[in-house]
C-alpha cells in the first residue's frame, strides 16, 4: 500500500535556548533561526509556534513561511508564562484573570487567521491544584467551561485545541486525560451551541503515556465521540513528561499510534513536541523524524484489515505472531 505523506513539524520553541529547575539549554536563537533550522531538516513540513512570546509581525512569519517552504501545524497560545497565569488561567475564580487567558487565545486565533494557521492549540498547564481542600472543583471546573466556550464562539472558523497533561506545572491538572478533555468539550459545545468542527483535543503521545491512556485508545476515543483531535509526537519513561525522541521508549505504543492514526485517515501534522537538552539539535530532530516517518511507512506496508478482522475474532496469539513478525520483525 502507498504510504500518505507524513506532515512532520516542530514546536519551534525547542529549537533555542530551554530550562528546567537546575539548568539552561543550548543557545538563544530568534524566530527567524528556529524557521531556517527547521527548513534544513530532513523530513520536516512545518511549525507549531506559541503566541505570543516567538510570533511577532503576521506578515513578516508569513512571508519568511513562503520563503522557506514551511507550513503552520498550528499555533500555541501559551497561558501559563505571564505572572498571573502561573497559579492557573482558564480556572481561576478571579473573572479577570480568566478573561486575560480567553484574550491571549482570541489573540492567537486572530494570528492564525492573519498567516494561515488551519487552527489554534492550548494546553492550560497552570490550571489544577497541588493541595487537596485548595479548589472548589464544582467551581473551577465550571468556569474553565465557560473560558473555552468564550474562546471556541470567537471566530469558529479557527478551531481550537486543547491539550491535556496529568501533572505539570500544577500536582494535579484540571485537564489531565483524554476523557476529561472530552467531557469539557462536551459541555462547551452545549454551553455555545458552537460546531463541533471547533473545538479538539491535542493527543500529545507522553502526555497520554504519562496519564497511563494507550494513545492509540486515545485517539479512538476522540474518533468515536466525533471531536477533531491534533497529534504531538515525542516519548517518555510515563514517570515524567521527558519529550525524548518518538519510539525511543515506548517503540511498540508508539506503532499503535501511528496505525489508528492511517486506520483513521489522519491528515493533521504530526507535531513534535520534543525537547533536545544536552543532545545536538539537528541530530535530535532528524532520529525523531527517522523514527516517525519509518514507523509510518511500516504501518502502511501492514494490511490492517486484517488485522482489525483478527480482533474481531478475538485471536489475540495471532495477532501478537503478525505483531512479532511484521512490527518488531522477530
Ligand atoms: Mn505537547
Not at 69 to 89: D, H, M, Q, T
Request: some cysteine; hydrophobic content about 40%.
Amino acid at each position: 500500500m502507498d504510504t500518505p505523506p507524513l506532515r512532520h513539524a516542530v514546536i519551534t520553541a525547542f529549537l533555542g535556548q530551554t530550562r528546567d529547575r537546575f539548568s539552561e539549554y543550548q543557545q538563544p536563537t530568534d524566530l527567524r533561526q528556529r524557521l531556517e533550522l527547521v527548513a534544513g531538516l530532513e523530513g520536516y513540513t512545518g511549525v507549531e509556534v506559541v503566541y505570543p512570546y516567538e510570533t511577532g509581525d503576521a506578515d513578516q512569519t508569513a512571508a519568511w513561511m513562503r520563503e522557506l517552504g514551511l507550513e503552520f501545524a498550528a499555533i500555541n497560545a501559551n497561558i501559563k508564562k505571564e505572572e498571573r497565569f502561573v497559579p492557573g488561567a482558564l480556572s481561576r475564580p478571579k473573572r479577570d484573570i480568566r478573561d486575560s487567558a480567553v484574550e491571549i487565545i482570541r489573540g492567537a486565533k486572530d494570528f492564525a487567521e492573519a498567516v494561515g494557521a488551519p487552527h489554534v492549540t492550548v494546553c492550560p498547564l497552570a490550571d489544577g491544584y497541588d493541595q487537596l481542600f485548595q479548589v472548589d472543583y464544582p467551581a473551577v471546573w465550571s468556569h474553565a467551561v465557560d473560558a473555552v466556550a468564550a474562546a471556541a464562539a470567537y471566530k469558529p472558523e479557527v478551531p481550537l485545541f486543547l491539550e491535556y497533561k496529568f501533572s505539570e506545572t500544577r500536582v494535579h491538572c484540571l485537564l489531565d486525560t483524554c476523557a476529561t478533555t472530552l467531557l469539557l468539550i462536551e459541555q462547551a459545545r452545549r454551553r455555545t451551541g458552537v460546531d463541533a468542527s471547533c473545538l479538539g483535543v491535542t493527543i500529545d503521545f507522553g502526555h497520554a503515556m504519562y496519564a497511563q491512556e494507550n494513545p492509540a485508545r486515545s485517539i479512538a476515543m476522540c474518533e468515536q465521540a466525533g471531536v477533531p483531535y491534533y497529534l504531538h509526537t515525542n516519548d517518555n519513561d510515563a514517570r515524567f513528561d521527558w519529550d525524548l525522541i518518538g519510539a525511543s521508549r515506548h517503540f511498540l505504543h508508539y506503532a499503535e499510534f501511528l496505525f489508528y492514526a492511517a486506520e483513521y485517515g489522519y491528515d493533521r501534522c504530526f507535531t513534535t513536541d520534543a525537547s533536545p537538552r544536552v543532545f545536538d539539535i539537528a541530530g535530535f530532530f532528524t532520529r525523531h523524524h527517522e523514527a516517525t516517518a519509518g514507523l509510518w511507512r511500516l504501518i502502511h506496508s501492514l494490511d490492517r484489515k486484517k488485522y482489525r478482522r483478527l480482533m474481531a475474532e478475538e485471536n489475540a496469539i495471532e495477532l501478537m505472531r503478525l505483531v512479532n513478525a511484521e512490527v518488531y520483525r522477530l
